[in-house]
């Protein structure tokens, strides 16, 4: 499907600068415990390179959220299936990748992989 399509990942994490130390300090310091697979997977202290450029370079427009944001987007019912991947069409949300599946995921190349061919 070549049309842009509207892509929303929900990270299992607090946005902020603050609760980004925190995250950054917990993944390193206890990874077993981190619970947001998406966070690990796709950054370090920064994102890294081969996802920003798949998501620079992608005709589909890309939006990251995190918890308290939930509301916002009217996405609370998935409050407990975090991290996720959901697609937007006129309101609709329809959940492309799971957190089972997404926990799955040893690194960011498995993602991108698995995207280049659901989209």
């Known amino acids: 499907m070549n049309s842009k399509r509207n892509i929303i990942f929900v990270y299992n994490a607090k946005g ?3 609760n980004y130390i925190l995250d950054t300090v917990h993944k390193y310091a206890s990874p ?3 619970e947001c697979n998406l966070c690990k997977i796709t950054h370090d ?6 996802w920003r450029k798949f998501i620079e370079s992608s005709p589909h427009s890309f939006k990251f959220l995190h918890l308290e944001e939930l509301e916002q987007y009217n996405l609370l019912n998935y409050k407990n299936d975090l991290p996720i991947c959901v697609e937007e069409n006129s309101g609709e949300y329809k959940i492309l990748i799971n957190k089972e599946q997404m926990n799955k995921y040893k690194d960011e190349f498995e993602l991108i992989n698995i995207l280049e061919k659901i989209l």
């Open 16 to 18: 902020g600068k603050w």
């Open 32 to 34: 077993s415990t981190y």
């Open 45 to 50: 202290l920064k994102m890294k390179d081969a």
